[in-house]
């Protein structure tokens, strides 16, 4: 009896595991996803009322930083982040999102190539930094070598330290 027990719970779970599954069809509606978004949501409608730093650089080398863009909120938080690059057949921004208490949690990501493509990149991160979905998707064009996944190093988990890092070309 208790083996038995045992495997229907275990079945079940599998099947509510199977269930929640975020796939391509159905990450929309997914509640991670929705929390993220709501943040993003949040952010986006009070980024005006927000503190803004920005720094722009001309071209120097490959992908090293054009403009870096740090939002923080009236507690001092930073909540959102942007910095962008390119090369000479190719360009990436990062639009890096927060929660209300300094936590990545969703970084978008725009790029473009020589060929006409245009990418958009989603990434969704839980509140203890897990990174639970990520989709990538071309808009236009043939496609690029843009990564996917996308790497965790080109990610911006401290934007504060990120924006006032020197740049790569300062000499």
Same mark, same amino acid.
């Given at each position: 009896?208790?083996?038995?027990?045992?495997?229907?719970?275990?079945?079940?779970?599998?099947?509510?595991?199977?269930?929640?599954?975020?796939?391509?069809?159905? #990450?929309?509606?997914?509640?991670?996803?929705?929390?993220?978004?709501?943040?993003?949501?949040?952010?986006?409608?009070?980024?005006?009322? #927000?503190?803004?730093? @920005?720094?722009? #650089?001309?071209?120097?080398?490959?992908?090293?930083?054009?403009?870096?863009?740090?939002?923080?909120?009236?507690?001092?938080?930073?909540?959102?982040?942007?910095?962008?690059?390119?090369?000479? @057949?190719?360009?990436?921004?990062?639009?890096? =999102?927060?929660?209300?208490?300094?936590?990545?949690?969703?970084?978008?990501?725009?790029?473009?190539?020589?060929?006409?493509?245009?990418?958009? =990149?989603?990434?969704?991160?839980?509140?203890?930094? @897990?990174?639970?979905?990520?989709?990538?998707?071309?808009?236009?064009?043939?496609?690029?070598?843009?990564?996917?996944?996308?790497?965790?190093?080109?990610?911006?988990?401290?934007?504060?330290?990120?924006?006032?890092?020197?740049?790569?070309?300062?000499?």
């Amino acid at each position: 009896m208790k083996n038995t027990i045992l495997l229907i719970t275990t079945l079940f779970l599998g099947s509510a595991a199977l269930a929640n599954k975020i796939t391509e069809k159905n #990450w929309k509606k997914n509640p991670e996803v929705i929390e993220v978004r709501k943040i993003y949501d949040a952010n986006q409608k009070l980024k005006k009322g #927000w503190g803004k730093q @920005d720094k722009v #650089w001309n071209y120097c080398e490959p992908y090293a930083d054009t403009q870096r863009i740090l939002i923080t909120d009236k507690k001092g938080i930073a909540r959102i982040y942007s910095n962008s690059g390119g090369s000479d @057949d190719s360009s990436v921004n990062w639009e890096s =999102h927060y929660d209300e208490n300094g936590k990545l949690r969703f970084v978008f990501i725009t790029g473009g190539a020589a060929n006409g493509s245009k990418l958009e =990149h989603r990434i969704y991160f839980r509140a203890n930094g @897990d990174r639970f979905w990520e989709l990538q998707k071309y808009v236009e064009g043939p496609g690029y070598t843009f990564p996917n996944p996308w790497p965790q190093d080109q990610l911006t988990t401290d934007p504060v330290a990120a924006y006032k890092a020197p740049h790569p070309c300062a000499k």
